[in-house]
C-alpha cells in the first residue's frame, strides 16, 4: 500500500482516462492528444497524497448523501462515497474536461458520469455485450447498481443499444460506431488477401480456469462453467470435422505464447492444427482471419468485428445457451447440439462464393457491429473528443 502512495498530484490535462486500459485509448484515437490516466481501485492505483488534494477531497465530502449512509450503514459504501469523491477531487486537480474508459461496463465509470455536472464522460465498449452483462452480473433490483446508467455509450452497433434498452437500462446517448481496434486495424493495417492459406480460422476463448477445478457457484463460478462447456462442444464438433474430411484449421490463442493454452489445443486436434503465433500488438488474430476462409468462435468479439469486414463467421453455440446467442447473425449463427448440421454449416459456408455472403449478410453485420469504413470509430470518437474540447476552450 505505501509503494501506491504518491506524494504528488496527478497531471493537469484537459482529457483523463480512467483505469489503466489505456493503451488503445492514446495509441488509437488521442496520439499526440495528452492525457492523465487515474488507476481506479482495485486494479494497480495509486494514491495521490497532497495538501491541495486533501483539502478538495474534505471540501467535497459535504457533497455525500450522509442520510442515507446512516440509515443503510455499511463501512463498504461509506469507503465507496469517500472514494468517489476523492477521484472527483483527482479529476478537479488535472482540471480534466473529459474522462475516457474502455472498461464500459464499470459501474463506478457510470456513476461519476451522472454526479459530476462539470465534464463529460465516454465511454467506449471494448468486448461483446450478452445477458451476462447487462442481467446476470448486476445485483437485483431496488439495489441502485441494478441498472446501468451512464451519459455517453460508444457502443458497436445498434444490437447493443437493443440489448440495453430491452433490460430497461438508463443510457443518455448512444454512438454505434463499431469495435475500436476492429475498425482501426480495418481501416489503417489491413491489406487485402489474393487467396486464403487457411480453410478454419478458430478464435480461442481459452482460460484455464474453464477448465481447473471450479468452486462455489457465484456468477465468475458460473460464467467459468458456462464457458468451459461451450468451448469443448465445439472443439469435439471441429475435432470430428477435421477426422472426416482433409479441412486445414488453424487456432489464434488468446494469450501471447501461453503454453498451456497450446498444449490444451494440441492435446484435442494433434498434428491437424497449426497454432498461430499471438501478437496483439501486431493484431496477429485479425491477420490470420483474413487469410482464413471461415472464423469460427463460441462469441468471440473478434467476429462481431471481422463479420462487418464481409468475412465469413460462424458463431457457435452448440448447446443453445441463451448466454451466447447471436441470433441477429441469421446463416452466421448455429445453435444445435447436431454434429451432422454443424458440419453442412461449415460446408455451406465455406462453398458460399464471398460476394453471395456479403450481400446476404451485409445488414446483418452492420446491426451487429456498425463499422464504417469511411468513418472508422477511432476517428469519430477524436472528433466527439476534440468538439467538446473546443466548445469548452
Known sequence: MLAKIKFESPKANQIAILYSEDFWIRKLILKDIPATTINIYPDDCKIYVTPMLIGRTLLRLRLINWFNIKRNFSFKELFRQVYYQYILACLDQTKAKVVLTRIDNSN???????????????????????????????????????????TNFFCFGQRDIDLFVRHDHKVDKYFPVGSLI???????????????????????????????????????????R???????????????????????????PRNDRDQAEISFYKDIFGERVRIAESDRMNF??????????????????????????GHKVLWCNILNDD???MVEAGISYF???????????????????????????????????????????????????????????
Not at 496477429?284 to 469486414?309: G, K, M
Open 108 to 150: 463506478f465509470f457510470h456513476y461519476l458520469s451522472r454526479i459530476d455536472r462539470y465534464r463529460v464522460y465516454l465511454a467506449i465498449q471494448n468486448g461483446t455485450r450478452t445477458l451476462a452483462c447487462v442481467r446476470d452480473s448486476l445485483p437485483l433490483p431496488p439495489h441502485p447498481l441494478a441498472i446501468i446508467s451512464m
Open 182 to 224: 476492429g475498425g482501426y486495424y480495418k481501416s489503417e493495417i489491413s491489406v487485402p488477401n489474393v487467396s486464403p492459406r487457411f480453410d478454419i480460422c478458430l478464435i480461442s476463448q481459452w482460460h484455464d480456469h474453464f477448465f481447473s477445478e471450479i468452486v462455489g457457484d457465484d456468477f465468475s463460478a458460473q460464467v467459468a
Open 226 to 252: 458456462r464457458t468451459g462447456v461451450g468451448i469443448k462442444g465445439l472443439n469435439l464438433f471441429l475435432h470430428r470435422l477435421l477426422e472426416e474430411t482433409d479441412l486445414n484449421l488453424i487456432v489464434c
Open 284 to 309: 496477429s488474430t485479425y491477420r490470420i482471419a483474413e487469410q482464413s476462409q471461415l472464423s469460427i468462435a463460441l462469441n468471440s468479439t473478434t467476429l462481431a468485428e471481422i463479420y462487418s469486414w
Open 323 to 325: 448466454h451466447y446467442e
Open 335 to 393: 445453435c444445435e447440439d447436431d454434429y451432422n448440421a454443424f458440419k453442412s454449416r461449415v460446408l455451406m459456408l465455406l462453398e458460399m462464393k464471398n460476394e453471395e455472403y456479403k450481400k446476404l449478410t451485409r445488414d446483418q453485420a452492420r446491426y451487429i457491429n456498425n463499422y464504417d469504413p469511411v468513418n472508422p470509430p477511432h476517428e469519430i470518437i477524436r472528433s466527439a473528443i476534440t468538439n467538446v474540447l473546443s466548445k469548452i476552450n
